[in-house]
């Protein structure tokens, strides 16, 4: 049986080797699976394999990463991206059988949701321990939203009877601050609930910037079993 570290970077390699190539406009995944999407071409690059890579990266985690292997750098906004992307590849906390999922938790979920969305075709890499029948049953739903509407928006959560906690920095006293400025809410739902609705209504609240459902794309899986097997779901 292979370990979920081993399992990880085989499936982040997988996509890479499966699906990039030369002049690609790239978005760069956050988190321990995509990470190894972002060495692996960062590999071919120096190599001499891949040539002509333009990179927009979800996180400061990816964008450091990225800069370590020599990455060539854009924002969306960058002439050389021009607002559009050929390929994004992103790891994930939940993925269910419709490939709906739950990101976040990394706290990258809103340049995630942005580069997903601008993207022509994307990618989700994962371990089978993230396929789930129902999302945000075992994993709480992340949420992102402006810290002076931290009260109010928790509240009227609650009473859509959802159990809520502001995410707490590691190592740093207080809550964590998103690349954005902003506070981290997660979510756990007693009953399964609706995601694709919920993407939605949740936005509606004011003071949320952006939740962690990712319902309005299909994603290809990318999914590492531990008997050391990648399998393809499109
Ligand atoms: C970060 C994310 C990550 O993609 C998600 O948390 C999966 O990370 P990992 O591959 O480390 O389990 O959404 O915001």
Redesign the pocket.
Known sequence: MMDQGHI?AMTGKGAVEALVTSGMKLGL??????IHAIRHIGALLQGGTLQGIRAVP??YQTLIESERWGIPLFTLNSPEIGGTLDLTI????EVDPRHYCI???????LL?KIIAYASASYVI??DET?LVEHLGMQFPL?LELIPESRVPVMKTLETLGAAVQLREGVRKAGPVITEHGNFLLDIRFKSPVDPAALETELNRIPGVVEN?FFTRLRPRLFIGHADGTMEVRE
């Open positions: 990880k995944g956050t988190g321990s699976t995509a979800t996180s992103d790891g994930a906390d990101k976040g938790g990394g706290g990258a979920l995630e890499v994962v993230k992340p962690g």
